[in-house]
């Protein structure tokens, strides 16, 4: 009986220890804010994976600024520098870091989730890709990203370092599915 | 004797006269029922005509009201997954609802001729069908120099000043919108946005290929008046195991198909480019651009006519009319040895 319970307690505390360090994916809420950082295509992509999905009240605007926010509770941040998307912008990365960097500021203050994704894979990596993940991603709640993206593990230790609860799925259609998961 | 000389002088002068006339260049394209007339680029602007830059134009036409959809192939003659992805709608495919115009040697002059790039490369390429061995031309990327009117520039200029080499003046897709009375490479531009208008175009449709290491293989190009229609296709040819990037025009180059074609006239835009080992600047033995074991052309073609079906598929959302198309097989069929099958 003793013995029974003595290992009973070991079990219960080795669980707590795991669950201890384990980083939890949040529960998001909708209305939903799309937006971009760095201006490519991916952005597209995720209203596109949004449509698809169960989540029914979202809103994508590539360059939504802190006033327009007001009133939703999650902003997906698709990140992912394109000289040309900036381009048809009108903005430069500066710009864009600005706003973006703003747009956090002001999704935090509000009590927003903040989500930042990367759903192009290789194409999205590079050093001013690089730059608006390790900017944006200490600020996020949640960070999903195509595995195709990770090969160098950058997300993995960025996460890693910042703990924040990373998704990974093998291609961008899996995302949709992964948004039926955490949004309630 | 005089008579007789008088009608031999007669004869040499039409023979002189007939012979410097250019004869349109004719290639091994069998249209199939669903094509309902055959025309040529130059119905659309005159300035082209008997030139080498006039080109067949091929009408799949429902006789429904539907989308018109225009498919370019061969703006690149070397880019031979749209050459041969362009001939097989117009040998193969019906169309139920919409009218379909398909012009597969775009630039017909790049399709004369084989620049330096391209000389290791063989000037034909074979494919073997149902009725036989078939052969097509495996040209060039540019107009042929001795069609131009004029002599290559030092350099050449877009639009908006960005200097380019030279030779970029007869690079159809850097030429567009055209010039009625520009240069050969110009008028055959500005005889396709006449098309556009003249036909209200509601879709272009450029095909393309890049080297097999360039980031623009397996890219979707889009008009940003159109990225969200692009999105909707990668997302779903991704669920038929198809894995494209995406990109939108870029607001400098200037030029090209996706961008011109958008922005000035009211048709949506889009370019794709699949990988062509015939295109790798490190060639170190002759490129098979049929049979290589890692990028065929079958699995190229095959990726452009999925392209074009699913693109066709979202008009209804995105223009309010269907472009219906029928008799072209699923991408699984097609994305093997054979597609060759389903040429004439």
């Known amino acids: ?184 | 004797m005089k008579k007789f000389s008088a009608f031999c002088l007669c004869v040499l002068i039409a023979f002189t006269a007939f012979s410097s006339v250019y004869l349109p260049f004719t290639y091994d394209i069998r249209p199939g029922e669903g094509v309902t007339e055959q025309r040529r680029l130059s119905d659309y602007l005159d300035t082209l005509k008997y030139t080498p830059g006039d080109t067949p134009v091929f009408v799949l036409d429902s006789g429904k009201e539907g989308a018109n959809v225009l498919v370019l192939g061969g703006t690149h003659a070397n880019e031979i997954s749209g050459i041969m992805a362009a001939i097989l709608f117009i040998e193969r495919a019906s169309i139920e609802e919409g009218r379909l115009f398909v012009i597969p040697f775009t630039n017909g002059s790049a399709s004369t001729w084989r620049d330096d790039k391209n000389a290791v490369i063989p000037p034909w390429f074979e494919f073997t069908t149902p009725s036989g061995l078939r052969r097509l031309p495996y040209g060039s990327r540019m107009t042929n120099p001795e069609h131009e009117i004029e002599p290559d520039p030092e350099q050449f200029f877009l639009a908006n000043g960005i200097a380019l080499d030279g030779s970029e003046a007869r690079n159809l897709n850097r030429a567009h919108p055209g010039d009625p009375h520009g240069t050969l490479t110009q008028r055959i531009s500005a005889a396709i946005v006449s098309l556009i208008f003249e036909e209200e175009i509601d879709m272009v449709h450029d095909f393309h290929e890049s080297g097999t290491k360039s980031r623009l293989a397996y890219m979707i190009v889009c008009n940003p008046k159109n990225l969200d229609m692009g999105a909707f296709a990668i997302i779903d040819l991704q669920m038929q195991g198809i894995d494209l990037k995406l990109e939108e025009s870029s607001e400098e180059f200037l030029g090209l198909s996706h961008k011109e074609f958008g922005d000035k006239t009211p048709a949506l835009a889009f370019l794709s480019e699949t990988p062509n080992p015939g295109q790798d600047s490190d060639l170190t033995k002759t490129p098979d651009v049929v049979n290589d074991p890692v990028y065929p052309l079958y699995h190229r073609v095959s990726l452009q006519v999925a392209i074009l079906r699913t693109l066709c598929q979202y008009l209804p959302d995105f223009t309010g009319k269907t472009l219906e198309i029928t008799n072209i097989p699923p991408f699984e069929v097609l994305h093997s040895e054979q597609l060759y099958q389903y040429y004439r």
């Open chain 1, 1 to 184: 009986m003793k013995k029974g319970l003595f290992l009973l307690a070991i079990v219960i505390l080795l669980s707590v220890a795991a669950f201890a360090n384990e980083v939890i994916v949040p529960t998001l809420s909708q209305p939903v804010m799309i937006t971009t950082a760095g201006q490519s295509a991916g952005a597209a992509m995720m209203k596109v994976l949004f449509t698809k999905s169960q989540i029914k009240e979202f809103v994508f605007e590539k360059l939504v600024t802190s006033e327009q926010i007001e009133g939703y509770k999650t902003l997906v941040i698709v990140a992912g520098a394109s000289s040309k998307g900036l381009g048809a912008a009108g903005i430069d990365l500066d710009g864009e870091i600005e706003r973006v960097t703003t747009l956090i500021e002001a999704a935090k203050e509000k009590g927003m989730k903040v989500v930042v994704a990367q759903i192009e894979g290789t194409a999205r990596r590079g050093a001013s890709s690089d730059q608006l993940f390790s900017l944006f991603i200490p600020y996020s709640d949640w960070v999903i990203i195509v595995r195709e993206a990770d090969t160098d593990g950058f997300f993995t230790s960025l996460c890693e370092e910042n703990g924040i609860p990373l998704t990974i799925v093998e291609k961008s259609i899996e995302v949709s599915a992964q948004l039926n998961l955490v949004f309630e």
